[in-house]
């Protein structure tokens, strides 16, 4: 975040705005609830910076993750009940530790020796690196970017086909620059190979970057010209948007998928105060509409369109001063502005997953003692892999690995390995891959 403004300069950029908006359109915010501020965790924190929610295949199960960019470690919350779990991390440049950590996003289903697991992705500003680690227990998978990267800060994830990429800008160049990385599996986890590296015009100054796979954009926001570049998916800039609508920074930016390349652009207008978000079309960027909440001095923001227990519309999640995150339910939104608020909006090529856990997929119970078995229901004929996971990630137990036809099916897990060996009491991970569809489930091994 940059140095806060001083109380002249603030007012008359709020009055410039205003006029220039005069112009544009209406010109008040409407104002949204807060659903919950997150709690400090016992041992205090630094400067929180961003934040990402990962949508777990039971969305009861879900996870925030905070950025703690002066203490080095990323928070862990729990998004339903509103409950400090836990951080990750802590000062230093070996595996697995922090040096400023800017940013956090996630990649879901992302392809590894061990098969595909959801992964948090960490930009670290001091390390130079982006650090992969996999969800839900947290372990290293590796790390991407060292050998190029000087000043990382903001992150975004995309799908090149089937292939994962992360997208990083970089401000630690006289002319700042994004890099594009695609995810491949190691030996040992996971890294990246360099895909292309592009500069933006002189003088901008790069945060955040969002890219819309769907509409072949890359949005990444200005804080120096206070609007949002558009680049194609080559590094070209091919438009920019949202001059006159912000006070200052445009810092945090999320787009609402509406399906097939329709939707909205949520952009941060981090010095308005209270903070607004500015909503644009997600096609031809035209102004729609604005509203706050009383957040201040926001930096990340993320966005959740899958229905969560407590907000089976999504929510909207923003980096509150430094201190703190701020939950706003998407139907208070939907009912301020209108947007999307006739029928519940559905993600339809977000990065998001599409989670149809309780559709398809009847998990193992847990804790579980002896014998269990898993049931999934298939529409059609599809390529299905189960396995079973130890908590550094290693594949213990291939329960199936076929092509099956519609239908209902079964696996049985007894509690043995791959070579028939009883495995110990503990805590293991299963993951099920069916076509499109996938489901991750924890389970409670007793003996």
């Not at 359109?25 to 400067?47: E, K, R």
């Not at 996971?190 to 292309?196: F, H, K, P």
């Not at 947007?339 to 909006?345: G, I």
């Not at 569809?437 to 007793?446: A, E, G, N, P």
Request: proline letters at 7%; one cysteine or more; hydrophobic letters at 40%.
């Amino acid at each position: 975040m940059q140095p806060g403004l001083n109380l002249a300069y603030a007012a008359s950029a709020r009055v410039w705005r205003r006029l220039r908006r005069l112009s544009l359109g209406p010109l008040l915010a409407v104002t949204v609830p807060l659903s919950y501020q997150t709690s400090v965790p016992p041992s205090g924190h630094g400067d929180l910076d961003s934040p990402a929610v990962w949508v777990a295949p039971n969305p009861a199960a879900s996870l925030l993750l905070v950025t703690d960019k002066t203490q080095d470690f990323v928070e862990i919350h729990d998004p339903v009940r509103n409950i400090y779990l836990g951080r990750m991390g802590g000062h230093g440049s070996t595996a697995g530790r922090f040096s400023r950590p800017n940013a956090v996003a996630i990649a879901y289903g992302v392809p590894t020796s061990a098969g595909p697991l959801d992964i948090a992705c960490v930009v670290e500003r001091n390390n130079h690196r982006v650090t992969l680690f996999a969800l839900p227990f947290g372990f290293y998978l590796g790390s991407i970017g060292d050998a190029v990267l000087h000043e990382p800060m903001g992150i975004a994830v995309s799908l090149d086909g089937a292939q994962p990429q992360i997208w990083i800008t970089d401000i630690g160049f006289a002319t700042h620059r994004v890099f594009v990385f695609d995810v491949v599996p190691t030996a040992t986890g996971l890294g990246g190979t360099q895909r292309l590296t592009f500069t933006t015009p002189p003088g901008s100054i790069l945060e955040t970057i969002v890219v819309d796979q769907k509409n072949g954009r890359a949005l990444i926001c200005d804080e120096h010209a206070h609007d949002v570049m558009v680049f194609d998916l080559q590094g070209t800039l091919v438009d920019r948007f949202g001059a006159g609508h912000f006070v200052k920074d445009t810092e945090g930016m999320a787009i609402y998928d509406t399906g097939n390349g329709t939707g909205y652009v949520i952009v941060t207008d981090q010095m308005a105060t209270p903070v607004e978000w500015e909503v644009f079309d997600r096609r031809d960027y035209h102004f729609l509409c604005n509203f706050s909440g009383v957040a201040q001095a926001t930096d990340g923001i993320a966005l959740v369109q899958q229905p969560l227990p407590n907000f089976p519309q999504g929510a909207l999640f923003a980096a509150h001063a430094d201190r703190a995150v701020h939950a706003y339910d998407w139907r208070n939104i939907a009912a301020a502005t209108g947007l999307c608020a006739s029928t519940p909006c559905t993600p339809v090529d977000a990065a998001e997953p599409q989670l149809q856990g309780a559709n398809w997929i009847t998990p193992f119970r847990t804790p579980m003692r002896g014998a269990g078995t898993l049931r999934y229901n298939l529409a059609t004929r599809a390529q299905v892999d189960v396995a079973v996971y130890d908590l550094r990630g290693m594949v213990v137990a291939r329960l199936a690995h076929t092509t099956q036809p519609p239908g209902s099916h079964a696996v049985v897990w007894d509690g043995r390995g791959a070579s028939g060996q009883r495995l110990p009491s503990g805590v293991y991970f299963v993951r099920a891959q069916a076509g499109a569809m996938s489901y991750s489930q924890k389970v409670t091994l007793i003996r």
